[in-house]
């Protein structure tokens, strides 16, 4: 092993060490947290032998750019992004070789998504709050890498030659997010609130609904057509999951969130399904969203054959790292 230094030379709107989240966390009346889009997060990291959920650096909007003192083997995933080592494009979603002294720079494609996630293979040196590096500031935990901070990392990787011109280095079956143009569908599963509010299903299965820019990391409010209870009567507080639609007393839609608060008052007509949380994560201010029902088993359908295509990267990437004979240092980092 070796110790790494990342210079940082440029940053997005946001800059931050991210992980999948807390463990056991919210029993304690702490949100789980992690990317907004674990499963971009999670491939990052596999594509460069880490487990998937190991520290790396997740991006919103602008360029984030760095340089290593030494080789390192990195990847970029999440929104569609122009991606370049030392002004020569490379690839997204597979595995780059970032060499000593050369910046890698990635731009976002904002028309297309908002975050980007960059992993390095190896464990970067970042603090942890309740076992987590995702930052939560909230708890005054903020984790904001800025340009001239220096990151270190501890890496098995010791470099190999590869021009810059010949093919990719690896031809992975890689399940890559697909960030389409035009209007998102999200898969939801209808929750008991539907039910106190006579034809909301309909409403919203029917309407389109724009990201707003009062959107934030607890959850995205949305302008478009609701429908409200016919009474006013209390709704005794309940705990709410991640992908939660809720209606407030505004006029607007909320999709909730890792870092949402853990109980509401307001009623709950939907879950997005597990298959549809990273779009959400990768939506930002204008994004048009549309909604389609389904039951419970397409939605875990849906999940259990994303989770599927992973576990197979995770097998090919471990074939093809141990072929080249980096089986040893990067297997130490799952």
């Known amino acids: 092993m070796r110790t790494v230094g990342l210079g940082i030379t440029g940053t997005g709107w946001v800059t931050t060490f991210q992980d999948l989240g807390r463990r056991d966390s919210e029993r304690r009346g702490v949100p789980t947290g992690g990317a907004a889009d674990q499963h971009s997060a999670a491939v990052a990291n596999v594509l460069v032998g880490n487990a998937r959920g190991a520290t790396l650096i997740e991006n919103v909007g602008g360029e984030l750019a760095l340089v290593p003192d030494r080789d390192v083997l990195a990847a970029v995933t999440g929104a569609p992004a122009r991606v370049t080592v030392d002004g020569v494009p490379a690839q997204s979603w597979s595995p780059v070789v970032v060499p000593a002294g050369r910046e890698i720079r990635?731009?976002?494609?904002?028309?297309?998504?908002?975050?980007?996630?960059?992993?390095?293979?190896?464990?970067?040196?970042?603090?942890?709050?309740?076992?987590?590096?995702?930052?939560?500031?909230?708890?005054?935990?903020?984790?904001?890498?800025?340009?001239?901070a220096r990151v270190l990392l501890e890496t098995g990787f010791l470099g190999f030659r590869h021009a810059v011109f010949a093919p990719p280095l690896f031809r992975f079956p890689v399940p890559a997010l697909r960030c389409a143009e035009g209007p998102w569908e999200i898969d939801v599963v209808a929750s008991g609130g539907s039910r106190a509010i006579p034809g909301i299903r309909e409403v919203v299965e029917a309407s389109s609904y724009v990201v707003t820019p009062r959107s934030d990391h607890v959850g995205l409010r949305l302008d478009g057509p609701v429908l409200h209870p016919d009474t006013d009567a209390e709704i005794v507080s309940h705990g709410v999951p991640v992908g939660a639609l809720q209606i407030p007393h505004a006029d607007e839609l909320i999709v909730l969130g890792r870092y949402r608060s853990l109980t509401a008052g307001y009623p709950v007509i939907g879950v997005a399904s597990r298959g549809s949380l990273p779009l959400l994560g990768q939506a930002g201010p204008g994004r048009e969203l549309r909604f389609r029902w389904v039951d419970r088993e397409t939605s875990l359908r849906a999940h259990a054959e994303r989770e599927g295509a992973v576990r197979a990267l995770e097998r090919a990437v471990a074939g093809a790292f141990c072929a080249l004979g980096l089986g040893e240092p990067l297997s130490g980092h799952r």
């Open 106 to 148: 990635i731009r976002c494609d904002l028309a297309r998504g908002t975050r980007v996630y960059l992993a390095v293979n190896g464990a970067l040196a970042a603090e942890t709050f309740l076992g987590s590096a995702a930052p939560d500031a909230r708890m005054g935990f903020g984790q904001t890498l800025a340009p001239g």
